[in-house]
């Protein structure tokens, strides 16, 4: 390591060799570079979980456009949306075809643990708004009280979900009704519901009486292909020129609800001030250590002086030791956080994982911070006087 | 004496420490002419001024009133960058060796080759073990100061101030932890960089088997030069 380092720096690696002096305070330095980048890793997967599972649901379906009430911040609230809007926006020579989609909690008394299952009810005759995992098997639905149930949801055994099949069916009570689950799909539980159920639009009206079939909560339309979005949103804002209606794009509506969970909602903003915490404990953890032992090494640094180094040397020793303690925290960091969110999304069954590009910029984030830690800290270097040495 | 046979020349040199009523005059009127490749030492009593004219002639401290030539550049109103660079052409000798902990011998006296810049590693880490080995430290080249007797750490701060072919030694009592084998080779090896590469040497100490070295002896008290006797 001193030999490449020596090769690197053109120079002799005195910050490496400083550190590794006192190797006691150097794996103190370590554990709190590390603790930091932990605590960087949990909330940012967290956050990162919440987009994830927050598109979840989106990708059940297949639209171009989204019709929703101008409160409806998320797939799963808001009001409702009059039928009579997705006539009128089949008027627009693009839009081929609309469909309403109900959304409502379904709780699940599961004995010990009751679950609370989002359910989603479509018009299963119109499988192009399906994925087509989903859009394979939804002819089930066609039954009354049939249902397709997320086999990720929480609180299902996996073999229990593995047993659910046309010939063994699993029916459970719920909203004062027998629902029969003959097929499943992957859902997932989220920070919302802990899993997702899928029920055609009729099954959803008798488990929800109060609702009308007139006033889905959204509106999906699907364009003939080639069409542009944007284009037939602005237009569909003309032709429908309700003020309590939301038009967006389906791509614009899962950024918009990304944004809304991680910005306006207490569980994102939490999750983003805990990063900040976490780079702040970074810095101040490695500014602390760093300022120690630019303190210690006073006297030989004022020896420097004297000798004739200048303040860009001592900036690239105490960078050098910052950086060093950057990247060799962040490989522990890294691990500990991969099996943090590793045991965490097992209990929770949310997507909790460290994605490349996270890895890359929490790494990145770590270095540069660590460089501006140790910045700050040769500010200390103005008190060796070598004039003080004789 | 014509400037350029000179290393320093200090003219009318006046220091103070302090301000207000507690501003204290350490130096006074101090006219020294110090010649190339010259043998210096300088003694007195404590307080006598040594230390403060042995830093404003290194610049390490700013000159407050006249003037200091040192290797033909004015130090009165010199720049920091000024300052640093000059330096650069000095080997300091402090009493307390200074050594930085955390490197060898060998590292310790490689970082004044370092600061004059780029060189071929093989070639310092050879001149690095050579003026160790002059010193009697072969056999400690890559031990790290706190396994060193304070004698030796004295000789590897020599080794780190000789090293880069110093233009001037400034050193202050740099043999008062050696024994006087050592500080005799010590004393012969400054003397002979200064016959051979014109390297002067201004040296404050007690020790009086050192001043029979000398070639020149200044006698500082109470902030005056009261004593310059040339002894070659």
Redesign the interface.
Request: glycine share 8%; no cysteine; net charge positive.
């Given at each position: 390591m001193s030999r490449l380092l020596?090769r690197l720096l053109?120079?002799?690696p005195?910050g490496w060799?400083?550190l590794?002096?006192q190797r006691g305070r150097f794996a103190a330095a370590l554990s709190g570079v590390a603790f930091a980048n932990v605590l960087v890793f949990v909330q940012l997967g967290l956050m990162s979980s919440m987009g994830v599972s927050t598109l979840r649901p989106y990708q059940f379906f297949q639209g171009d456009i989204l019709i929703s009430a101008a409160d409806a911040n998320t797939l799963t609230d808001g009001g409702n949306v009059a039928r009579q809007w997705m006539l009128q926006a089949l008027a627009d020579p693009d839009v081929v075809d609309g469909m309403g989609l109900f959304v409502a909690m379904v709780p699940w008394d599961r004995g010990e643990t009751d679950i609370s299952l989002t359910t989603f009810g479509i018009d299963p005759f119109r499988t192009a708004f399906l994925a087509p995992e989903i859009a394979a098997d939804i002819d089930v639905l066609q039954v009354q009280d049939a249902a397709i149930l997320d086999r990720l949801a929480r609180g299902l055994t996996q073999e229990e979900a593995a047993a659910i099949r046309l010939q063994t069916p699993l029916s459970f009570e719920t909203q004062g009704r027998t629902l029969t689950a003959y097929d499943t799909f992957a859902g997932g539980g989220g920070f919302v519901g802990d899993g997702y159920l899928l029920v055609s639009d009729q099954t959803f009206l008798s488990l929800f009486p109060a609702r009308s079939s007139g006033a889905p909560d959204h509106i999906l339309l699907r364009l003939r292909p080639g069409a542009q979005p944007d284009a037939v949103v602005d237009r569909l804002k003309t032709l429908i020129a309700d003020p309590t209606l939301r038009i967006r794009s389906y791509a614009d509506a899962m950024d918009e609800e990304v944004r809304f969970q991680q910005t306006q909602r207490p569980t994102g903003v939490i999750f983003g001030f805990g990063v900040l915490i976490g780079v702040l404990v970074g810095i101040v953890i490695v500014f602390q250590v760093l300022s120690a032992d630019v303190a210690d090494?006073l006297?030989?640094y004022?020896?420097?002086k004297?000798?004739?180094?200048?303040q860009g040397f001592f900036l690239g020793v105490v960078v050098e030791e910052a950086v060093i303690l950057g990247v060799l925290g962040f490989i522990p960091g890294v691990i500990a956080g991969w099996g943090i969110l590793t045991l965490m999304a097992k209990v929770t069954t949310l997507p909790l994982f460290i994605s490349f590009g996270m890895a890359v910029t929490v790494f990145i984030g770590t270095v540069v911070f660590s460089a501006l830690s140790g910045m700050i800290a040769t500010r200390r270097l103005a008190a060796a006087d070598?004039?003080d040495?004789? | 004496m014509p400037d350029e046979d000179l290393s320093i020349r200090a003219s009318a040199l006046n220091h103070w420490f302090g301000a207000g009523e507690a501003r204290k005059q350490a130096l006074f009127d101090i006219d020294l002419r110090i010649r190339r490749g010259s043998f210096i030492v300088m003694v007195g009593p404590s307080g006598s001024g040594k230390?403060t004219l042995?830093?404003l002639l290194?610049c390490?401290?700013e000159i407050q009133e006249g003037s200091v030539l040192l290797l033909g550049q004015e130090l009165r109103n010199a720049t920091t960058?000024q300052n640093?660079?000059?330096?650069?052409?000095?080997g300091?000798i402090?009493?307390?060796h200074?050594?930085?902990?955390?490197?060898t011998a060998r590292?310790n006296v490689?970082?004044?080759l370092?600061?004059k810049g780029?060189m071929d590693?093989e070639v310092s880490d050879k001149a690095a073990a050579h003026i160790l080995t002059l010193l009697g430290l072969s056999e400690r080249l890559d031990y790290?100061p706190a396994n060193l007797s304070g004698g030796q750490k004295q000789r590897v701060a020599i080794g780190?101030a000789l090293v880069g072919n110093p233009d001037v030694v400034l050193a202050?009592e740099p043999t008062a932890a050696l024994d006087w084998e050592t500080a005799a080779s010590v004393v012969d090896l400054l003397k002979q960089l200064g016959r051979a590469r014109g390297t002067t040497t201004l040296m404050v100490t007690h020790d009086n088997r050192i001043l029979d070295r000398a070639d020149r002896i200044l006698t500082l008290e109470d902030g005056r030069l009261v004593g310059d006797e040339d002894r070659t």
């Open positions: 020596t053109g120079r002799l005195i060799l400083q590794v002096h090494h006297r030989e004022a020896t420097f004297a000798m004739g180094y200048g070598p004039a040495l004789f | 230390t042995l830093t290194g390490l401290r960058a640093v660079r000059l330096r650069r052409r000095l300091f402090f009493q307390a200074n050594l930085h902990e955390s490197l590292q490689l970082m004044g370092q600061v780029r590693r790290l780190r202050d």
